[in-house]
């Protein structure tokens, strides 16, 4: 009989598990600074990418462009980033210096708070193998099943005879992170901004990321945004 399997790619789940809120404007009123923050989180693709057997592996930088706004003050723009896939490795380093072209034009930024980190997510499967138990291996658990099979409760299965095997797989991804302040004249330069990219340097190692029009027009949106729309 054929072998029954669930199995679960956990680098995919783990690295999409955290961005359902990705491209989402938010603004928060924070009534004790008497300040204005509008936050959105993005993630962008490296342009560079290492061929391997059956598929290509890129970099990705998930970023969360943050700005506060308030009365009387600069307005401040930062940006949180996050680099992962498989080119980062533990203890990977981004370097103090990037570039950021906003419409062509390129300048040099500073990166602070440098650091790595990693997360482990962990996820078990099983599989059962009734062959050489006479018994097929499919169950029908809209019916209550009887005792021929052993006693069932409705959703599993117990059949006499089959083979279960049991199996935890772990997956780690590691982080190359900083921290980027911009000025109020590039944050305006985003509200009407047609080409956006990025270039950092990890462990030496070039990572370009162009920001795709879709994700151009939420920072646009971003840019523009100076308190929390109503209904």
Same mark, same amino acid.
């Given at each position: 009989?054929?072998?029954?399997?669930l199995?679960?790619?956990?680098?995919?789940?783990?690295?999409?598990n955290?961005?359902?809120?990705?491209?989402?404007v938010k603004?928060?009123?924070?009534?004790?600074?008497?300040?204005?923050?509008?936050?959105?989180?993005?993630?962008?693709q490296?342009?560079?990418?290492?061929?391997?057997?059956?598929?290509?592996?890129?970099?990705?930088?998930?970023i969360?462009?943050?700005?506060?706004?308030k009365?009387? $003050?600069?307005?401040?723009?930062?940006?949180?980033?996050?680099?992962?896939?498989?080119?980062?490795?533990?203890?990977?380093?981004?370097?103090?210096?990037?570039?950021?072209?906003?419409?062509?034009?390129?300048?040099?930024? $500073?990166?602070?708070?440098?650091?790595?980190?990693?997360?482990?997510?962990?996820?078990?499967?099983?599989?059962?193998?009734?062959?050489?138990?006479?018994?097929?291996?499919?169950?029908?658990?809209? $019916?209550?099943?009887?005792?021929?099979?052993?006693?069932?409760?409705?959703?599993?299965?117990?059949?006499?005879?089959?083979?279960?095997?049991?199996?935890?797989?772990?997956?780690?991804?590691?982080?190359?992170?900083?921290?980027?302040?911009?000025?109020?004249?590039?944050?305006k330069?985003?509200?009407?901004?047609?080409?956006?990219?990025?270039?950092?340097?990890?462990?030496?190692?070039?990572?370009?990321?162009?920001?795709?029009?879709?994700?151009?027009?939420?920072?646009k949106?971003?840019?523009?945004?100076?308190e929390?729309?109503?209904?």
């Open positions: 009989m054929r072998v029954q399997v199995f679960t790619i956990l680098i995919s789940l783990f690295m999409t955290c961005f359902f809120t990705y491209g989402q603004v928060t009123e924070d009534s004790y600074k008497n300040s204005t923050i509008v936050t959105v989180d993005l993630k962008h490296s342009t560079e990418f290492r061929k391997s057997l059956f598929y290509s592996l890129y970099s990705y930088a998930a969360s462009y943050i700005k506060e706004i009365k009387g $003050k600069p307005v401040l723009l930062k940006l949180v980033v996050k680099i992962y896939g498989n080119l980062i490795k533990a203890g990977s380093l981004l370097e103090n210096k990037g570039f950021v072209k906003i419409n062509g034009k390129q300048i040099s930024v $500073k990166l602070a708070k440098i650091d790595s980190s990693s997360s482990t997510s962990s996820s078990t499967t099983s599989s059962t193998d009734y062959s050489g138990s006479g018994k097929s291996a499919y169950t029908d658990y809209t $019916k209550p099943q009887g005792n021929d099979f052993g006693t069932n409760n409705y959703g599993r299965s117990n059949h006499g005879g089959g083979s279960t095997k049991t199996t935890t797989r772990t997956a780690t991804v590691h982080y190359a992170l900083a921290e980027i302040e911009l000025s109020t004249k590039e944050l330069k985003l509200e009407n901004c047609e080409e956006l990219e990025m270039r950092f340097y990890v462990n030496s190692l070039p990572m370009t990321f162009t920001v795709a029009e879709k994700e151009l027009d939420i920072l949106k971003f840019a523009a945004t100076t929390a729309e109503t209904e």
